[in-house]
């Protein structure tokens, strides 16, 4: 084997192929919009498994938006169906109680759940906490930890 019969070789790239088309990443935006979960991609024909997913994410900043689109949309949703169910309880019905805890529950999960989608609208927000430090009542400490260690 020469030199020329190496030079007519093409690069080998490792790794399977992106096989990402703007229809593809639709149909996967379509699909977690709709309810649907990365996880539960693997079952869906003509879908990519949730690793692939991942993947596009990174790489495509075009699906990136639009995921995160479809994530917010379904946030939406959930919360809007746990009000809907907080709503439609009638606690002066018989089991009235029982029906008002279960939507209770059920609404406060479907909260949970649009804050996991979309947490800059429905996720909790940490305490803000003000620190301000006066640098006169740090200064004059910097010397204690040798004379409290006994030098």
């Known amino acids: 084997m020469g ?39 693997r079952d869906q024909d003509g879908l990519p498994d949730y690793m692939t997913v991942y993947r596009w994410e ?6 990136r938006a639009s995921l995160a689109c479809a ?26 109680s029982a029906r008002v805890s279960k939507a209770r529950d059920t609404a406060g999960h479907m909260r949970w759940l649009a804050g996991c989608l979309d947490r800059d609208t429905y996720g909790e927000r940490p305490p803000q906490v003000n620190v301000q430090v006066n640098s006169q009542f740090v200064q ?12």
Request: aromatic share 8%.
């Open 58 to 63: 990174e790489a495509f900043p075009d699906f």
């Open 3 to 41: 030199d020329a019969d190496t030079a007519t070789l093409a690069p080998v790239r490792l790794g399977r192929p992106s096989e990402y088309t703007e229809e593809r990443g639709r149909a996967v935006c379509d699909y977690i919009a709709n309810g649907g979960t990365i996880a539960g991609l």
């Open 140 to 151: 004059p400490f910097g010397g204690m930890a040798g004379r409290v260690a006994g030098e």
């Open 71 to 96: 994530r917010r949309g379904l946030a939406d949703r959930y919360a809007r169906t746990g009000l809907d169910r907080l709503e439609a309880v009638d606690p002066d019905s018989p089991f009235g």
